[in-house]
């Protein structure tokens, strides 16, 4: 059964950064379109950005844009978010999940759509002095 495993949360200053990975194994995620998202205490789950299949774009929601990055390692079959000048509102739990894909472009409203037994755990994010 497809599940995304997430790493490398973390209790984090404003200001500062994270590095989160997402892995799937037995399954090639180089071949997967994949999304990020993430569910802050008593709200529903947000996007927060998606890479399409290797060699594809990047899409970024409005609070990600300019601050964090998405990108995979071929070679590691792993997906990375990158979180740059992070600040309270980041708070949540972060989830990757993704779908065979060979379109160049990812789409967070399909990602969003995915099977809830894909998520798996998240990780949490902590943004707070």
């Known amino acids: 059964q497809l599940q995304f495993v997430v790493s490398g949360g973390g209790l984090v200053q404003p200001g500062g950064s994270l590095r989160l990975a997402c892995a799937a194994s037995?399954?090639?995620?180089?071949?997967?379109?994949i999304g990020w998202f993430r569910q802050a205490p008593g709200k529903g789950r947000e996007g927060v950005g998606c890479?399409?299949?290797?060699?594809?774009?990047?899409r970024y929601e409005d609070s990600a844009k300019g601050r964090f990055t998405i990108s995979r390692d071929s070679a590691k079959n792993t997906v990375y978010l990158q979180m740059n000048s992070l600040n309270p509102g980041d708070t949540g739990r972060y989830y990757c999940?993704?779908?065979?894909?060979?379109?160049?472009?990812?789409?967070?409203?399909?990602?969003?759509?995915?099977?809830?037994?894909?998520w798996g755990q998240g990780t949490q994010v902590t943004v707070s002095a």
């Open positions: 890479i399409a299949s290797e060699g594809g774009n990047t």
């Open positions: 037995g399954f090639n995620l180089n071949e997967y379109a």
């Open positions: 999940g993704g779908e065979e894909s060979i379109d160049p472009n990812c789409y967070m409203d399909v990602l969003a759509g995915l099977a809830n037994g894909q």
